[in-house]
């Protein structure tokens, strides 16, 4: 896959100053780093729910932002699909109307088909009729990643979305999502702590840190030379380091 | 009991419960979500009918609408008569007066809107209005409730800005606190109190319809 983001800007959210500049190539990019490194708000940044201070993004060659130029668009069409560790689904409308939310130009019965299709996808079909309240912690997100999807997003955001699905369904739907996201060309960036999940997943690993890109490249090599700061997130205890993680630690 | 004045100020209050309405959503809306400067001004202006005497409000709006000021001159114009003394002048002095009474609530409501379903709905849609019918407004429906029943039973009950500006001319201006008063002028304490009775009972069935919802919605 060819280049199809550039960032480069400048936040300041709080004590925290993010200055961000690279480029991404690779199909499955994993972001990792600890907590309060910058993750979620460049994240936002992206789908343009921060507007950053300062700086650029281009998505696909389109100008998204750019602070020279008072370019700005809006999160809905900037086409980012945009998934968060909480799953947010519209309590007032059932799971099939929350996916076709994002769905526009169709009929009510092609929106309905569009959205069970997704649902499917992700081993939610029988959910189409069911109210947000009534879905457990993993329905839930299997259903907002549908919702991400169902409009064909040209870039998918994930902002560790898997952390409520079980060992098999997160294997499970990591397959199916990859599937995917391969067959629509669609390059997806991943905010994980898990380094196992990173190894697995990635085609490319982002290492960010207070705010700044440390490391960026295959995971084989960021992650060897990251070697510290996994250490350290194993003292902090905040990341599962997986079995790949301890072979290379040790 | 004064049939004209019951009439009347019914009619007042649904008129004005409906421009209030209109008025407190995108208003409510903006308060919430807005991020301008100067938008504590705005709320400031907005709740000042909570703490001025209905008098005072009365008073100001009575000079505004007079021949003497360019305001005044040009609703004038517009609604082809001077607006003091006539139930259009009740009107804007009602929406006025009952302002915070809708938009508080309104703004409460929006503010109650977990943030992250909103960025979840700008992600997806960039039409506001479809937003704000389709995931905003039936979140908030509670609060479009008490907004809607206290703007009526403000506005039903007010007495000091509709004498002010309506002088309580029979049939035209003349609302239900105002008979009560004239009734208690003229000794007639027994349609004093059916008048009163009257107003009690609505203020009370609004309050009991406000807080009944809202126990069943969890507010």
Redesign the interface.
Known sequence: MSEYLRIDVEHTLGELTLRVACALSAPWTVLFGPSGAGKTSLLRVL???TRPHRGRVVLHGRTLADSGSGTWV????RE???V?Q?P??????NVSANVA??L?GLSRRASEERAVQMLELFQAGELARRMPADLSGGERQRVALA??LA?QPRLLLLDEPFAALDGDLKVSILERLNHWLAEHKVPALYVSHDVAEAFQTASDVLVIERGHIEAQGPPETVLANQRAQLLRHLNSNRTNIGVDGVRLLY | MDQQAIFLTFRLAAITTVILLAVSIPLGYWLAFGQARWKPLVEAVVALPLVLPPTVLGFYLLVLMGPQTAVGRALSTIFGHPLAFSFAGLLVGSVIFSLPFAVQPMTSGFRSVDREILEAAQLLSADRIRILRRVLLPLVRPFLLTAAVLAFTHTVGEFGVVLMIGGGIPGVTKTLSISIYDQVQDFAYRQANATSLLLLSVSFLALLIIYGRRGRAGV
Not at chain 1, 74 to 77: D, H, I, K, R, Y
Not at chain 1, 88 to 93: A, D, G, I
């Open positions: 789908g343009g729910l809006s999160p809905a069409q980012i699909g945009f968060t909480r947010t689904l519209f309590p007032n409308l939310f994002g526009r919702r991400a409009p």
